[in-house]
T-cell receptor, first 116, second 111 residues
Framework: EPEVTQTPSHQVTQMGQEVILRCVPI?????FYWYRQILGQKVEFLVS????????KSEIFDDQFSVERPDGSNFTLKIRSTKLEDSAMYFC??????????????FGEGSWLTVV | QKEVEQNSGPLSVPEGAIASLNCTYS??????FFWYRQYSGKSPELIMF????GDKEDGRFTAQLNKASQYVSLLIRDSQPSDSATYLC???????????FGPGTRLSVLP
């Protein structure tokens, strides 16, 4: 069964460093997302991406964050100048079409980021 | 501010019983509702979605939606210990692309 894959599964980084989290969405999907989940808290939307541009973003997704689709398969989340509070599980997700009653999003296994 | 609320639990039920998980949402514009299961340290896994008032059944799972009351529920029949997980309710409107997640209800099925 097709799945969203993410790398790395776990990354430890020093505060102030830049981190790139990578994702390979399901191949025929057109919409891509990043969500994050701080330990013990709810899953929070960061950004959605369609047609090579950001289609929606949350208040969390400020200038510290950026996304890119550098080639036909990868979808990356870059976090610049990481802070302790960026420690969380970051989930990539994708959907075949615009999320609606007929299209849902499928999550990758997550990248656990620890900022020390 | 769009909010999805869930009782954090834990909800404990004996094996074989019916587990009832509830969710309320604040945005009347929400049109689609999703239930995800999340095991500790793992990613959310879709169980089912519902967008019409009433019940929708899939195997041991039944989702119920009442838009007038802004209420969604998930029933799990014949609960198994493997059903022990956190269940996330998510809502989406027809315009945006992001899902708003509730905090999740932790379910514990006791053998």
């Amino acid at each position: 069964e097709p799945e969203v894959t993410q790398t790395p599964s776990h990354q430890v980084t020093q505060m102030g460093q830049e981190v790139i989290l990578r994702c390979v969405p399901i191949s025929n999907h057109l919409y891509f997302y990043w969500y994050r989940q701080i330990l013990g808290q709810k899953v929070e939307f960061l950004v959605s991406f369609y047609n090579n541009e950001i289609s929606e973003k949350s208040e969390i997704f400020d200038d510290q964050f950026s996304v890119e689709r550098p080639d036909g398969s990868n979808f990356t989340l870059k976090i610049r100048s990481t802070k302790l509070e960026d420690s969380a599980m970051y989930f990539c997700a994708s959907s075949e079409g615009r999320p609606s009653s007929g299209n849902t999003i499928y999550f990758g296994e997550g990248s656990w980021l620890t900022v020390v | 501010q769009k909010e999805v609320e869930q009782n954090s639990g834990p909800l404990s039920v004996p094996e074989g019983a019916i587990a009832s998980l509830n969710c309320t949402y604040s945005d009347r514009g929400s049109q689609s509702f999703f239930w995800y299961r999340q095991y500790s340290g793992k990613s959310p896994e879709l169980i089912m979605f519902i967008y019409s008032n009433g019940d929708k059944e899939d195997g041991r799972f039944t989702a119920q939606l009442n838009k007038a009351s802004q209420y969604v529920s998930l029933l799990i029949r014949d609960s198994q210990p493997s059903d022990s997980a956190t269940y996330l309710c998510a809502a989406k409107d027809n315009y945006g692309q992001n899902f708003v997640f509730g905090p999740g209800t932790r379910l514990s099925v006791l053998p």
